[in-house]
């Protein structure tokens, strides 16, 4: 029987990767991740890229012991459902991006889409954001397991509020992406500080996005200063749910006296 998690304050060095065992992925796992990659146009994962996934799985399945994580946790699930799928926004932020440039990941959580967009965006700088303290701490020590040349680190506070508590990063990302973090219309007010202007928020959504959230996130966008571009609809494998990658360049700061209808 699955053991309940524990939520005592933790030894920092719970964190620490080298505490729990390294575990690897079976050939097949990896072959089939190499086929998926390559279906939608993914540049395939290297040997370097399979050792530091390794590292990563290994880690997380480790503090998820303990830690409430994620519930996806067996190597061909982990590889297509956090892996695969967070590298689904790949090309796009590749083309918007360049060596430095500054990428936030809103509501990071375990580390997805962030941890694996940094393995294969070695040059860029990232920060992933999530408002709960352990989370953070946990994706501090993950971060260093993955070969890069670009800033990167984790920090704890909510978006809206970066603008009090990390001054640094007040409209200042090009980039941000959000993951299975909540409403899109109650995240536009976080990207919206975190963004310079002519930024994209990148949304990563699922199937019931045109139905549940997608006119009130079009009706909010210039609220807040967006204007929506692009929504791309795939699947990660054929057959598999419809999943939405939501583009929407920021333009301007937006309506203030319009906001509050919006704001949670």
Request: aromatic share 8%; glycine share 8%; proline share 6%.
């Amino acid at each position: 029987m699955q053991q309940p998690f524990v939520h005592a304050e933790r030894n920092p060095e719970d964190f620490l990767p080298e505490k729990y065992p390294r575990l690897h992925f079976d050939d097949a796992d990896w072959r089939r991740f190499g086929e998926q990659c390559a279906a939608l146009n993914i540049p395939e994962g290297t040997d370097k890229h399979r050792d530091t996934l390794e590292k990563l799985y290994s880690h997380l399945v480790g503090v998820n012991e303990w830690l409430n994580l994620t519930r996806i946790t067996s190597p061909a699930d982990y590889l297509k459902f956090q892996v695969l799928d967070s590298l689904s926004v790949l090309n796009a932020i590749l083309g918007m991006s360049e060596e430095n440039s500054a990428i936030v990941d809103l509501g990071s959580g375990g580390g997805y889409p962030g941890l694996p967009l940094m393995t294969w965006m070695t040059t860029q700088d990232f920060t992933l954001v999530d408002a709960r303290q352990k989370k953070v701490d946990f994706l501090n020590a993950t971060i260093p397991l993955i070969p890069r040349t670009g800033r990167s680190g984790a920090a704890s506070f909510r978006g809206r509020d970066v603008g009090r508590t990390r001054t640094d990063l007040w409209h200042h990302a090009e980039i941000v992406t959000a993951r299975a973090v909540g409403k899109g219309v109650e995240l536009l007010p976080d990207a919206s500080e975190l963004l310079a202007m002519g930024g994209v928020f990148v949304l990563m959504k699922g199937q019931s996005w045109p139905l549940e959230e997608a006119p009130l996130f079009a009706e909010a966008c210039p609220v807040f200063g967006f204007e929506q571009v692009e929504d791309i609809a795939f699947s990660l494998v054929p057959d598999d749910p419809i999943r939405h990658i939501i583009l929407a360049v920021k333009k301007d700061h937006g309506i203030p006296k319009k906001m509050r209808k919006y704001l949670k």
